[in-house]
């Protein structure tokens, strides 16, 4: 497996350009929160919420008969866009001629691409960014009353979304046009700070059929909300599978060592001795400790 590995920029590249690369580790190096590269017919070396792939809406197929027993392969999807989020930014998008349709936006894209979409919106790029979650603009941290008891302004809620989006290069190219001339905040989140990707996850347990957690991605435009993705077991790709039919996949650690999956699942094999071997193991001792004690006694008393 192979794990992205930041690099401090070189002098002259500008202050918002970052070199990043991909290093081949061990699976013991890897921690929660990697960004991680796995080719075909290569095992998973942890838990990783998929991101992006070769084939089509960043989608990947593995084999899970090391875990479960099952040879046929699942297909496993990048998360998704609401569709409501999609449709804003699929407008904005028109106006800044940066879209062609909902159609063309889900195609393939190469591992270079993929992983400067990734870099965009995470702290490979942004070290120093405040996690999405901080955003004081998120729904669940305006208050809905302000200080002078006077209601605080919060955005309409829109009925929640039936259809979903593929996440590709709707969110990086806005975010791209946003953080081109961005600076990175510390201290006190603000309107104007820069906000990296969030992964909010279950706790380990051993469960390899379900999954439970979200991923809260950097608002599209300044000063707005940040925009949350449910995920589930159709995102995740379990430690012990193999990739296959797809050429590379890039995922982010989640559960890594003895917390996978797997490694949750595993136990000790039980003892396969009968209550009958175990009596004549003991018979045979008892036996043994006889003789040796009639032989040293008889030993003894010929002396």
């Not at 729904?139 to 809905?144: D, S, V």
Request: proline share 7%.
């Amino acid at each position: 497996s192979e794990r992205s590995n930041p690099e401090t920029p070189r002098e002259g590249t500008g202050p918002n350009l970052c070199k990043i690369g991909y290093e081949s580790v061990a699976r013991k190096n890897i921690r929660a929160g990697n960004i991680v590269m796995v080719k075909n017919r290569e095992m998973l070396p942890a838990d990783l919420i998929i991101l992006a792939s070769s084939a089509d809406n960043g989608s990947a197929y593995i084999e899970t008969s090391s875990i479960d027993g099952e040879t046929n392969l699942k297909l496993r999807t990048s998360p998704h866009l609401p569709s409501n989020v999609l449709k804003s930014i699929k407008e904005e998008q028109s106006e800044r001629e940066l879209g062609q349709g909902e159609e063309e936006s889900h195609g393939i894209e190469t591992l270079e691409q993929a992983t400067k979409r990734i870099a965009r919106s995470s702290a490979l790029c942004f070290p120093g960014g405040i996690s999405s979650l901080e955003n004081p603009m998120n729904p669940e941290t305006i208050p809905e009353e302000g200080e002078e008891g006077e209601p605080a302004n919060e955005p309409a809620k829109e009925p929640r979304p039936s259809k979903t989006g593929s996440v590709m290069n709707l969110v990086a190219d806005m975010m791209h046009n946003r953080m081109s001339s961005a600076e990175i905040t510390t201290g006190t989140p603000g309107l104007n700070s820069t906000y990296v990707s969030t992964l909010t996850s279950e706790t380990p347990n051993p469960s390899v059929n379900t999954y439970s957690g979200k991923l809260t991605l950097p608002p599209v435009e300044q000063g707005g909300p940040s925009i949350d993705i449910p995920l589930n077991a159709e995102n995740i790709l379990l430690r012990g599978a193999i990739l296959r039919n797809t050429e590379w996949a890039i995922g982010l650690a989640v559960f890594t060592g003895t917390d996978t999956k797997l490694v949750q699942n595993s136990f000790d094999t039980p003892s396969k001795f009968s209550q009958l071997d175990k009596l004549m193991n003991k018979t045979v001792f008892a036996i043994l400790f006889v003789m040796i004690s009639c032989i040293c006694a008889l030993a003894g008393l010929a002396v």
